[in-house]
């Protein structure tokens, strides 16, 4: 039985070619997007799930109660050692201390490699691999890095850097600061990791590269210090914050009491909490499975659409196979099983997609995402079983119900093959869906616009930016006269970042000698006189700050003014203290505001000074007509100012980009499932245009005779879509609206959500609808009426 439902399904499937492409298609589409979000949402929720006792994992935290509440993911120094010194909660506690875009020299007899890492070099306790599941597969896990001077590599560090040599015992020298011996290769770290570190050094030489000693330092947090915790079982999350309590009782006071705090976060949260660095939201997450899932049931839903189009015409059969004696569950289940043909070669087809997809998804990404066949088999199975009876029960049960005589007869009417009302619902669903997404679009669009041109209060175009390795006076004099003398430069200025910079330092602020300092923290932003200039910023009141190496005086901008409740005249002349009240000089100028941060965080109170010894960029203005020869000629200088270091610059613009990163991936998702949903939708509203085509046969037939012309013929399929689309718009503009709206509330300066936008989609859908009925209504239009009235 079940080989001649087959049979008799790809004959049917053979006659109607057009039907099963589209169906195929559309089945396709749908389910090879839930392949890939499928894929997509397990790999974000398998993240560092992979360790050991991973549920009694944490990574110790920042909270500041002060001007509104802050969260860093790094601590001070000493919290670490002091939660394990101090308390006896934790069977492990390891502190490891992040640094990127270090330069790692190899040297091998007279010959010397270079290398920048972006990622960067871990400072490590030993303790971190105990804690966290990254073992060794050459070397002795007790005792690596527990003497200064040793280093752990991945095995593909050390193919990198060694090649096929044991790289066992050699020597790799950091910053041209500390070398240290390789001690242990670990396994390569997996990507469903955020710990993306493969340079372990130990945490002894802290110190020695760094110059400063910062174990007794609890006023100041670096985000890439961090401190990681293994609790006993036994031990509760209330004991864990009492002990981070009575840590602040010991070592603050005052006023520092109600503003600093430590907590836990559970090693699971580390990939979701924005907050503390996290990747991915957990409600983007679901935003994919609903699309995801919305897909899936509008490729359903055209299915349907079509299926029933297609029962007319194939009446007579049914009529025959029930005379002959086929029951309702046979001609149901052979409906069943010409669904499942196409379902089978729907996932085939799926399959392929996905598989085509995924590299374009990893470099989106930027991840190394793989199938996981097991779980993507079983995801399969089910959602073909989904399918096939979600698609296939309701035209196998309308074709069922068909009463024979009426068949042979062809007195099949409307009521006969399932109400009209339920496929207007289904396409008003779909298009409602493509709408919201078009919406989304739009927005994202707009809002990444207005982020990347909006006046940012300098000028980003045309500055190339130097790293400066060491801050040696004479060096740094010798090497900006030089790069001054190139033809093109417009302007130079030594800063530790540009005024917009993912690194940012902040600390305590003291304003007018006053008793306490303030609430809140300021940004400090080390940069010498040609600062202003170079970036295009203009000042409010007073003057800029004149030659200096060190800090004499300072400039604030207008948040600093505002948030005294001053008037920029006010502060000219006072005396500012920063960093725990041990730099202090007159502040001399403010400066027009400008965003030091994305549009997603709002701008902080800030200060410029002069101080040389924090100077890590030269930005130089460029004329862009000489720009090849500028750069070639910054290259030859700066190597030969740092002969022992490696050469890079980056443009500014390039460097803001990076800010909206995500933003980006976001708009290019809701690009590509706005096209999927608008196809999948199209293929819907051409099944209803199939259907309507056919039941209205003799009526335009009619018309016809009756003298109608083209146009109005037109009218009667145009009225109905429109009608439709209308419907779906009204549902989907509010439901947009929210979506959208939540959306923008995360960026602190964000467009206005007007009526433009939802006019641009719904004119938008309307063309793509009009483009996809044209075809079927214009052949239905320019039928021969004699035909259509013979067929009586």
């Known amino acids: 039985m079940i080989k001649n439902y087959i049979k008799i399904a790809w004959r049917n499937l053979k006659r109607n070619k057009a039907y099963a492409a589209i169906s195929v298609a559309g089945l396709a589409l749908g389910i090879a997007c839930g392949i890939l979000i499928f894929t997509l949402i397990t790999y974000h929720l398998s993240f560092d799930t992979f360790h050991e006792k991973s549920d009694r994992v944490y990574r110790l935290y920042t909270e500041w109660h002060d001007d509104g509440i802050g969260r860093s993911q790094g601590v001070p120094q000493p919290l670490g050692k ?3 010194n101090d308390f006896t909660l934790a069977e492990k506690t390891a502190r490891v201390i ?8 190899i040297t091998k007899g007279n010959e010397v490699k270079k290398f920048k890492e972006e990622i960067g070099v871990a400072f490590t306790e030993p303790d971190y691999f ?5 073992p060794l597969i050459k070397g002795d896990k007790k005792s690596a890095l527990a003497r200064p001077g040793e280093a752990l590599l991945t095995e593909k560090m050390a193919r990198k850097y060694f090649g096929n040599d044991d790289a066992m015992g050699k020597v790799i020298r950091l910053d041209n600061k500390v070398n240290f011996t390789v001690t242990g290769i670990l396994k390569d770290i997996p990507p469903n990791t955020d710990r993306r570190q493969e ?26 210090s961090e401190a990681f915790t293994r609790l006993k079982p036994t031990t509760t999350m209330a004991q864990a914050n009492n002990a981070m309590a009575e840590i602040v009782k010991r070592h603050y006071k005052d006023r520092d009491l109600k503003v600093w705090n430590f907590k836990l976060q559970p090693l699971n949260d580390m990939h979701f909490n924005a907050d503390l660095d996290g990747y991915a939201d957990k409600k983007y997450l679901w935003a994919l499975f609903f699309i995801g899932l919305f897909l899936i049931i509008t490729a359903c839903v055209n299915f349907v659409n079509l299926a029933t189009a297609q029962a007319l015409n194939r009446s007579k059969e049914v009529g025959i196979r029930k005379v002959l004696g086929s029951l309702p569950r046979h001609l149901f289940w052979q409906f069943i099983a010409e669904t499942a043909l196409i379902t089978v070669v729907a ?23 793989q199938f996981n066949k097991e779980q993507v088999a079983v995801f399969i199975f089910i959602i073909s079983i989904v399918v096939v009876f979600l698609s296939g029960s309701y035209p196998g049960l309308v074709l069922a119900r068909f009463q024979p005589i009426l068949a042979l007869k062809s007195k099949l009417s409307q009521k006969h093959i399932g109400g009209f009302s339920l496929r207007r619902i289904l396409v008003v669903t779909q298009f409602a869906i493509s ?12 809002q990444l616009h207005y982020s990347q041109t909006a006046d940012l209060g300098f000028n980003k175009e045309a500055i190339v930016l130097l790293p400066i390795p060491h801050n040696d006076l004479a060096k740094l004099t010798t090497l900006r006269n030089r790069i001054n003398q190139v033809q093109g430069v417009e302007k130079v200025s030594y800063c530790y970042r540009p005024p917009a910079s993912q690194s940012n330092n902040s600390t305590d602020v003291n304003f007018n000698n006053r008793a306490e300092d303030e609430h809140w923290g300021i940004n400090t932003k080390p940069g010498d006189e040609n600062f202003l200039a170079t970036f295009g910023m203009k000042l409010v009141a007073g003057r800029n700050f004149f030659p200096a190496d060190t800090t004499r005086e300072f400039l604030v901008n207008e948040t600093f003014v505002k948030k005294l409740n001053l008037k920029p005249q006010d502060v000219i002349g006072k005396i500012l203290k920063v960093d725990g009240r041990s730099i202090k000089a007159p502040i001399v100028g403010v400066v027009k505001d400008f965003y030091n941060y994305s549009f997603h965080t709002e701008i902080s109170p800030i200060c410029i000074m002069p101080d040389y010894r924090s100077y890590s960029t030269l930005a130089i203005k460029v004329n862009m007509h000489n720009a090849n020869a500028s750069l070639a000629s910054f290259e030859k200088i700066w190597s030969e100012t740092f002969p022992e270091e490696l050469y890079s610059y980056e443009f500014l613009d ?19 499932f706005s096209a999927i949903a608008i196809i999948i939708g199209c293929l819907g509203l051409y099944g209803l245009v199939s259907f309507m085509a056919v039941r209205k046969t003799k009526e335009i037939g009619v018309r016809k005779v009756l003298g109608a012309n083209i146009q109005h013929v037109l009218w009667l399929f145009g009225k109905e879509f429109t009608k439709l689309l209308l419907i779906a718009f009204v549902i989907a503009a509010p439901l947009a609206w929210w979506a959208m709206h939540n959306y923008l509330q995360d960026f602190k300066y964000r467009i ?5 936008i939802f006019l641009i989609s719904i004119l938008s859908t309307f063309v793509i609808a009009a483009i996809t009925v044209g075809y079927q209504s214009i052949a239905a239009s320019l039928a021969n009426p004699v035909k259509s009235l013979r067929s009586e």
């Open 752 to 756: 206005t959500i007007g009526p433009g």
């Open 82 to 84: 002091t939660f394990r």
């Open 199 to 224: 340079i372990y050094v130990s945490y002894g030489n802290m110190d020695e590269y760094t110059n400063k000693g910062r174990e007794e330092n609890w006023g100041g947090v670096y985000s890439g």
């Open 654 to 672: 390039d460097s803001i980009k990076r800010f909206y990163e995500m933003d980006n991936i976001q708009l290019k998702l809701a690009e590509s």
């Open 347 to 369: 996932v085939i087809l799926a399959i392929g997609l996905s598989y085509l997809a995924l590299p374009a998804i990893n470099q989106l990404f930027q991840s190394e995402m």
């Open 98 to 105: 992040n640094f990127r875009n270090n330069l790692i020299t």
């Open 435 to 446: 709408q919201v997404l078009i919406i989304g679009t739009i927005i994202i669009v707009s």
């Open 130 to 134: 105990d804690i966290l599941n990254f």
